[in-house]
């Protein structure tokens, strides 16, 4: 079945500690993105993929890391968290880049006290 | 402000009813895409319309583009209680700080469809 599965779906987490969240596609999809979603904000991109090797920055992309070593997977590392990271992210993926169908992951709620 | 403001940003109908959703976006696009969002959920892909199209159907959907105007509407016929949902538009009109195109969502419209 073609997904894109984010893990883990919840994490609460202490401020500065570093965590990972992954995302993987098994659509041999080009295309990588990661979003978090806040009230009244709406979906806001984080980061993106182009392919392999080349990511760019979104619109809030500070306090994120991300890497694209192989082309399945863009996990998202919050290196020192904080509170103000507490959100619904989402990670989503498509066929190549430019404005075509994504297809999101299940999101992670993620809690920073 | 984002590009694809979506307007209204809430909507509240009867089941049966018509319910139309709009979005404006501020500068050149190549594609407009409509999502719909069941709460906490990931995004699920309704339609795509490209910058020389200016009508799709895809079912009970019906998508509009206006270039001139820089906005697209979303008609959903006979809503249903289950289009209870969040619907977003998206446009690829930005590029990020190394020049790559990239999708930029609204803030959405909240419709809920009373049975």
Sequence with gaps: EAQVTQNPRYLITVTGKKLTVTCSQNMNHEYMSWYRQDPGLGLRQIYYSMNVEVTDKGDVPEGYKVSRKEKRNFPLILESPSPNQTSLYFCASSPFWGNTEAFFGQGTRLTVV | ?115
């Design chain 2, 1 to 115: 402000s984002q590009q694809g403001e979506e307007d209204p940003q809430a909507l509240s109908i009867q089941e049966g009813e018509n319910a139309t959703m709009n979005c404006s976006y501020k500068t050149s696009i190549n594609n407009l895409q409509w999502y719909r969002q069941n709460s906490g959920r990931g995004l699920v892909h309704l339609i795509l319309i490209r910058s020389n199209e200016r009508e799709k159907h895809s079912g009970r959907l019906r998508v509009t583009l206006d270039t001139s105007k820089k906005s697209s509407s979303l008609l959903i016929t006979a809503s249903r209680a289950a289009d209870t949902a969040s619907y977003f538009c998206a446009t690829d009109a930005e590029r990020g700080a190394g020049g790559y195109q990239k999708v930029t969502f609204g803030i959405g419209t909240k419709l809920q469809v009373i049975p």
